[in-house]
């Protein structure tokens, strides 16, 4: 069996093919978006809880969550932010990311736990990058983009 050799023209009209399809970013928009959606999530189960140096006393994780991009303003409200306004005013375009944290409390006698209430931690932000599942251009076309 002969193997067919491709030529340059005929690569070059792959390349474009994939471009045409895919874009010059979907991969990294594609990354960032398993990051947000499966990875940060798999980190947390791998350390699961944490124990301080306070006897009877453990936090549990459960789910971490990225919200939207949002910046607070002066007087203290929050309010959603777009990437051209966050760049007219110098901000980071960026979302909070929180943690479910439950406190357990470990009956020394027993080694019984009780669980307290489960509350959502802020942990820190994240940078938001365009376009991708956490910004409200996701779904816009090219024609609403401009």
């Known amino acids: ?21 895919k874009g010059l970013v979907r991969q990294h928009l594609d ?10 999530q798999e980190i947390v189960d ?22 939207t991009p949002k910046v607070r303003e002066a007087d203290g409200a929050t309010m ?8 007219i005013r110098e901000l980071s375009y960026a979302a909070d990311i929180t943690l479910e944290m439950t406190p357990i409390t470990i009956d020394e006698r027993t080694q019984r736990e009780e669980p307290e209430e489960t509350l959502d931690i802020y942990i820190g932000k994240l940078p938001i990058m365009l376009k991708s599942c956490r ?4 779904n816009l076309s090219e024609q609403e983009l401009i």
């Open 31 to 40: 990354s960032y978006n398993q990051f947000i959606e499966s990875k940060m």
């Open 135 to 138: 910004c409200p251009l996701e």
């Open 46 to 67: 791998e350390s699961n809880e944490v124990i301080p140096d306070i006897p009877g006393f453990k936090i549990k994780f459960g789910k971490i969550k990225v919200g």
């Open 1 to 21: 069996m002969e193997e067919q050799k491709l030529t340059n023209e005929d690569k070059w009209i792959i390349l474009k093919s994939l471009f045409d399809e």
């Open 80 to 87: 959603e932010i777009t990437p051209i306004e966050a760049r």
